[in-house]
């Protein structure tokens, strides 16, 4: 199990912005160690004149296409968060659950990060601007330029991120799995006494 947990290499990792104006999409490629391919980013746009549940369903039909197209292993997003603006908040949050409804039908597992938590992975500082993160998203995935909007940016920096969590969070589920194995192995035997 070692050496599955440590060796991720091929991990196809989909990382998405949420947002109902602007939904950034990316999917990467794990490399060998922290190397990280880009497979293709992209934006999904809705308009603010349509009717939500309309916005809801070409969102979602953009991200299944591109979940059909792709196939990844996994999928990125970022945690919906206090913004102030409570419409921004619940118009992600709507946009969040379809996103994540469309991966499940899929069985694709879901795992979500905050931006402090993917500005730290990708900078070391969970404070880094925007120009900070479009650069090094631009430097990790070796783009002969940055990628434009901010929204795609983020989606590829969400994927990266959880390219570079993945052996920490395989680890911790396989050794979470050892303990309950061994808790029920001792739970069998004190029962046999």
């Not at 809705?46 to 996994?74: I, K």
């Not at 499940?104 to 993160?133: C, F, W």
């Not at 991120?161 to 396989?174: E, N």
């Amino acid at each position: 199990m070692v050496g599955a947990v440590e060796n991720l290499q091929g991990l196809r990792v989909m990382g998405i912005d949420p947002g109902l104006t602007r939904c950034g999409l990316s999917v990467v490629q794990a490399g060998h160690g922290r190397s990280v391919v880009p497979v293709s980013v992209g934006v999904v746009r809705t308009p603010p004149d349509v009717p939500l549940e309309q916005r809801l369903l070409r969102l979602s039909v953009a991200v299944e296409d591109w979940m059909d197209d792709y196939r990844p292993d996994v999928v990125a997003v970022e945690r919906v968060f206090e913004r102030g603006n409570v419409s921004t908040v619940m118009n992600t949050a709507h946009a969040v659950g379809v996103l994540m409804l469309s991966a499940a039908r899929r069985g694709i597992p879901v795992h979500q990060y905050t931006p402090s938590e993917v500005k730290k992975a990708l900078t070391g500082n969970g404070r880094a601007d925007k120009n900070q993160m479009t650069s090094m998203v631009t430097r990790i995935l070796g783009l002969a330029e940055a990628p434009k909007p901010a929204d795609a940016a983020d989606a590829l920096a969400l994927a990266v991120c959880h390219c570079w969590r993945a052996p920490f969070l395989a680890r911790t589920v396989a050794r979470e799995n050892q303990a309950q194995q061994n808790q029920a192995r001792q739970n069998q035997r004190s029962g046999q006494r």
